[in-house]
Every structure is written in structure tokens, then in C-alpha cells.
DNA sequence: AACAAAATGTTATAGTGTTACATATCACAG
DNA sequence: CTGTGATATGTAACACTATAACATTTTGTT
């Protein structure tokens, strides 16, 4: 597995360097599966990566506004095509996206995500993948999708 | 630990069993917690008890309409008093809410979610929190909250 | 019986996401 | 090139989920 585009955003980092990664891998990964990361998709995913807090659509659809219009399919058609070619995610207990720092490799979305500075980590933890499937095999259950959101304080967030 | 109230949701059982002992697992916990088990929060969570499938609010509501009138607010109301107590639990990915099958004690929700049948089963794996805890504290993440729903194939909708 | 606290009713509205159909753009075969 | 089908975007309306604010009722306690 190769390095993660933030291997720890909720520490004091260069996130010119995170975008900068973001988007090239993502041009990258576009390219190799075919995919067209059109003006308008490339838009939103910068806007994804402006920080490591995840960002609500109709957040995303203000921000698309200033300079053409925009109506909410049009965040939402873009929010879709980045999550199927595996570049964001949705957080369902925020209602809320985020850049996939794992582009292109399969993984289960791991998140941590500070209730303080809001900033969430993708985690790709095999010891989480691995439990979840041992408790579920056990139950006869094949998984196909994870959802693991874990809400607390981030490092940064307790020492203050 | 003690027993769960459905220990194996994804196959055949007796589910007045299910609805019964829910029941009176509620009545003693409210009457330890003194907290007030009225008629509506009651007839919300035997709805919610109806079956191993997650309801959504509105969906409650339908239900609840038929006799009286009833507005969002009254079940919405009702559901935060059922989590509050410890009573029921919402799924995030599903927006739809389900009873809790280990009332009274304290423990992370995880749910497996089968797309098939939709019925949901609650887990209380000691592993899986484990491993959460492990990969947090590697980060120096306090955890508050987990949110952990897997999505999936129940063993009886495999065999099909 | 009187009061304060808790619960419920009521109306309106905020926030999140989708449907359906029209228009524009792109990729590629001819 | 150039027509054609597939893909992407624009637009308007709407469905679903949840909350705010305030009135009224019920309950527990003095």
C-alpha cells in the first residue's frame, strides 16, 4: 500500500503539498481508468481538499456559485462520479464529503473525525478491516461495504 | 454481558418472543433510570420492534397516524427519548432507526445491514472495539462515538 | 388545589438528496 | 472532417429527513 496523501491532518502540515498530491494522483487515476475528470469535477474535488474538514453539498453547490450558477445535481453528479472512481467519500453520520487519501487502491473507509476542529483522518487500518470481517464471518454475513466513523477528539484538539 | 434480545435476527425465530422481552427489558430499565415509558414513547418503540428492519421516522409516523394525528416532531421526540435511555439506536447510513438489543448496558453500536432483506442485527464485538481503540490511540484519538454499519449479505439471503 | 417540570400538539421551515427532461459536449466511426 | 451515440451538464420541480418556536396538556410534588 502506498503512502497516504495526509498521513496526519490533524497535525500542522504543508496542505498545499496535500492538494498538490490530491490532484495530481487524481489526474492519474482518471487517466488510467478512462475516466474524465471534466472542469466542473476537478472543481469540486479542489474544493474538497481546501482542508481535512469534510464539506456538506450545498456547502460544495455556494462555493461552485460564485462565477456560474449551479444547482444542487450538479454537486451531486459530481460527488457521485468522485466517490465511484474512488476518489471521496461520503460521511453518512456528518452528511458530508471528503478527498479519499487512498486514491485508487482498494481500502474500507476508515474515518476519525474531531468533534473540536472537525478536521477528519482516513484511517486504512487491516487490524479494523480484519475484526470486522472475523466478527462478521462468524454470523455468516458477507460484507460488502463498511461505514466506520469514529467521533472523538483529535491529538491536536485535547491538549488545549 | 448478558443475553442479547435477538441473537440471531437473519434467522427463523419466534419474534413475539423478540417484541416481548424488548418490552419488558424497556419497562425495567425506564423504571430503574426513572425515566417516563408514556403510552407514545411505548407504542414507538413496539413499532420499531415490528420486525428486525430498520424504520425510518416518517415511516413511524404513518403508523402512528392511524387512530390519531401526528405531527414530525411528536416522533422525533420520541426517538431521541429512546436513544437517550438507551432504548434504540439510529443508523446513519440508513436514516432509520432500530430498537437496541442490549438495553441498559453500555456498549458501541455496530450493525450488520443486509440489502436484501433489510433486516439489521446489532453486534457487540469486543474485537472490533478493540481494534478501534488500538488503531485510535496509535493516532492519540480519544474515542466519544463509533459509528460502525456493514453493509452486506445476511447468511439466509446468500443461500438464495 | 397550586405550582413547576415534563411531555405533547401545531405550524412553519431548514437541510439533504433525487427525478425528469432539456441542452450541450465529447469520442469515435465512417 | 462530420454525423451519431454516449456522456456530461443545465434547469425546474419535488421528495425525504429533521428541527425551531411557541402553545397546550399532563404529571409529579407540595
Redesign the interface.
Known amino acids: 500500500m502506498s503512502q497516504p496523501i495526509a498521513d496526519?491532518p490533524?497535525t500542522p502540515h504543508d496542505h498545499q503539498q496535500c492538494i498538490d498530491q490530491a490532484m495530481a494522483r487524481a489526474e492519474a487515476l482518471c487517466r488510467r481508468q478512462r475516466a474524465r475528470l471534466t472542469p466542473l469535477r476537478r472543481r469540486v474535488l479542489e474544493l474538497l481538499w481546501q482542508s481535512h474538514r469534510p464539506v456538506g453539498a450545498y456547502e460544495l453547490l455556494e462555493q461552485l456559485r460564485t462565477g456560474s450558477r449551479a444547482a444542487p445535481p450538479t454537486v451531486y453528479r459530481a460527488l457521485d462520479f468522485l466517490q465511484r472512481v474512488g476518489l471521496a467519500h461520503r460521511l453518512?453520520?456528518l452528511n458530508a464529503y471528503t478527498g479519499c487519501c487512498y486514491p485508487g487502491e482498494s481500502h474500507a473507509g476508515?474515518f476519525?473525525i474531531?468533534?473540536s476542529c472537525q478536521a477528519s483522518?482516513e484511517?486504512s487500518?487491516a487490524?479494523?478491516s480484519?475484526?470486522?470481517r472475523?466478527?462478521?464471518a462468524a454470523?455468516?454475513?458477507?460484507?460488502?461495504?463498511?461505514?466506520?466513523?469514529?467521533?472523538?477528539?483529535?491529538?491536536r484538539c485535547?491538549e488545549d
Open positions: 496526519h490533524f453518512a453520520s476508515q476519525l474531531c468533534r483522518s484511517l487500518s487490524g479494523v480484519r475484526s470486522i472475523q466478527a462478521t454470523a455468516g454475513f458477507s460484507v460488502e461495504q463498511q461505514t466506520v466513523e469514529i467521533h472523538g477528539l483529535c491529538s485535547r
